[in-house]
């Protein structure tokens, strides 16, 4: 095995499975399924598999690894996903081939009065009335109601990547549907239909922004890799039909660099170009204490302290950066006090650690610098201790030592995906929680503004929610990014939005406004706003560029008080105003 090429959160994978293998303990390969794409972890004779990235070459022949059982979707490209057993990943990054190996992980789902704050009637108006014909507007997100008469018609392919079948071209996983059978997949949760409804739906009073635009749907587990391939696959349907389409990730996650460095952005802006524009969400976790950021002198020591509630069963990690320029060690402190010793970079080996406390297990993760950023990341996992397998509740700290002689800026999120386990205290910081994809330079990332605070449910009961009218969404997650780059890029209405409801899911009635249409809110329902005024400019001019796109948007954008083409972290350059574009 050659550790050096494989990324922290697969080597804890391949450590948990040496356990599952060696001493018949498979809690910490279970666990490991509630971030990454690993399959049939358990109660299965064979070993289990893992969906990852694989880095090489723009044009490397990777046919060969079906010797070892790794099966890779894409023949070209310097990133591909692929599918590969657990116990071949050792001999995966031996490959000459092959340069780095990264895990999928699973991301996270991030019009009436919405239409009319940005002025989307008086540029219709002004515009020979621009419906989105001819474009395609794709979403990758949890599916679509196939029956719901906002999309009648125009739903072109349905990619259910949850079937089992041959696939695509782009992943040999899951179905591909198109009329008559569109109906054989089904949007359970409801999140995709209501995005999708928010985009390109059609009804006269909570019509979508682009409501003759075409579909093409992907419905994903919301692995990251497989959202790849989902992006590819839209793009080269549209391409097959000579149409531009604009692609919808109202989604993101936390376990990256924040830099655009990540797989998917990678992905995202290789795929992007002329004609072929996404949109991302910024994120939701603008009120959650999910990142922690200190600037730490040269020979100093900074304690984070992050909590975790009483006897929550499970796993914590934590992921940290910094820049490349300076060294730091970690260590770990129990809300009991035990603590493991301070984990200098190990740039050659494994550099996995494991330490058995009385009151946890944690394994600390610091390789060398990561060659897509030239920065450092460490990862830590806290499970249970020796004698209790739940995670011990209490404060916690993350020690970190600057061994540098220079200051050093260190980022740490928490990926808890039940958001349960947060940080406290004077590193908590409520800027830089723009994740992947959102993070991509291609894409246009999209902040939520509230545009809507009370209706009335199926029931006639007026309801409310308590969000400032008429101003920037407070949920909505601040940038910029890591390296400073300006993200998001601009606000769209994203609270409160009526959109399709799909028929298969269950919302709370308290958000159904009738049988087919419900209330949602976050940058979920901002980022398809904008796809839809995407499909609108792409109607007009079909070879729009993504940053000629985000600059004539840019344009017209406003932020209260501030003068034109000022960038605000929790605004990005402001609300659209479509009536200037």
């Known amino acids: 095995m050659t550790p050096e090429k494989i990324s922290p959160g697969l080597l804890l994978a ?31 004779p064979k070993p289990p598999r893992s969906v990852v990235f694989i880095y090489c070459d723009e044009n490397a022949n990777l046919d060969h690894l079906a010797e070892i059982g790794v099966r890779v979707n894409q023949r070209q490209g310097s990133v591909r996903t692929a599918i590969a057993p657990i116990n071949c990943i050792g001999n995966l990054s031996d490959d000459p081939a092959v340069h780095r190996i990264k895990p999928s992980r699973y991301l ?102 682009a409501p003759e635009a075409d579909l093409v749907i992907v419905k994903t587990d919301l692995q990251d890799a497989h959202i790849a391939d989902g992006i590819r696959y839209i793009f080269r349907v549209a391409g097959e039909l000579g149409r531009p389409a604009v692609v919808n990730l109202s989604l993101g996650g936390h376990a990256d660099a924040h830099d655009g460095s ?33 600037t730490v002198s040269g020979g100093r020591t900074h304690t984070m302290r992050f909590h975790v509630p009483s006897d929550r069963v499970g796993i914590a990690w934590l992921n940290g950066w910094y820049s490349g320029n300076c060294e730091f060690e970690v260590s770990v402190r129990t809300p009991l006090g035990f603590v493991t010793p301070f984990q200098k970079i190990i740039p050659t080996g494994n550099p996995v650690k494991e330490y058995k406390l009385p009151d946890a297990t944690i394994q600390v993760v610091t390789p060398d610098r990561d060659p897509a950023n030239g920065d450092y990341n460490f990862f830590v996992q806290i499970r249970g201790g020796m004698f209790k397998p739940s995670l011990k509740g209490g404060t916690w700290q993350l020690r970190l030592r600057n061994l540098s002689e220079r200051s050093g800026r260190v980022d740490v999120w928490t990926l808890d995906p039940s958001a349960s386990v947060l940080f406290t205290g004077n590193s908590v910081a409520d800027s830089v929680k723009i994740g992947s994809p959102g993070a991509s330079a291609s894409a246009i990332t999209v902040a939520s503004y509230t545009t809507k605070t009370k209706w009335m449910d199926i029931d006639g009961t007026p309801r409310e929610v308590g969000l400032e009218f008429d101003t920037i969404s407070e949920f909505s997650s601040e940038g910029p990014l890591r390296n400073e780059a300006q993200k998001p890029d601009i606000a769209a209405p994203g609270a409160m939005i009526v959109a399709a409801l799909s028929s ?24 398809p706003f904008v796809s839809g005024v995407v499909a609108l400019l792409l109607q007009s001019d079909s070879t729009l560029e993504p940053e000629v796109i985000k600059e004539r948007l840019r344009e017209v954008c406003a932020i209260p008080g501030k003068p034109p083409l000022c960038f605000d972290p929790k605004w990005g350059y402001g609300l659209i105003d479509l009536e200037k574009l």
């Open 504 to 527: 298969d899911s269950a919302p709370e009635r308290a958000n159904r406004v009738n049988s087919r249409f419900v209330v949602l809110a976050g940058t979920s329902m901002a980022t």
């Open 14 to 44: 391949l450590q948990d499975y040496d356990a599952a293998v060696e001493q018949g303990d498979r809690l910490g390969l279970f666990l490991q399924k509630r971030t990454l794409g690993i399959v049939a972890a358990e109660d299965s």
């Open 108 to 209: 996270h789902t991030s019009m009436d009065r919405a239409v009319e704050r940005v002025k989307l009637p008086q540029y219709k108006l002004n515009n020979n009335n621009l419906t989105g014909k001819n474009v395609v507007v794709g979403v990758v997100d949890t599916g679509i109601d196939p029956k719901h008469p906002a999309f009648q018609g125009r739903i072109l392919r349905i990619w259910d990547q949850t079937l089992p079948g041959r696939g695509v071209k782009e992943g040999g996983y899951g179905v591909e549907l198109q009329d008559p059978i569109l109906t054989t997949s089904i949007d359970e949760n409801g999140h995709g239909t209501h995005v999708a409804g928010i985009a390109a739906g059609q009804d006269s009073l909570y019509g979508g922004v």
């Open 262 to 294: 990540d797989s998917l952005s990678q992905i995202i802006d290789a795929e992007s170009g002329p004609g072929r524009i996404v949109c991302c969400a910024a994120g939701n976790e603008g009120n959650d204490n999910i990142h922690a950021q200190a």
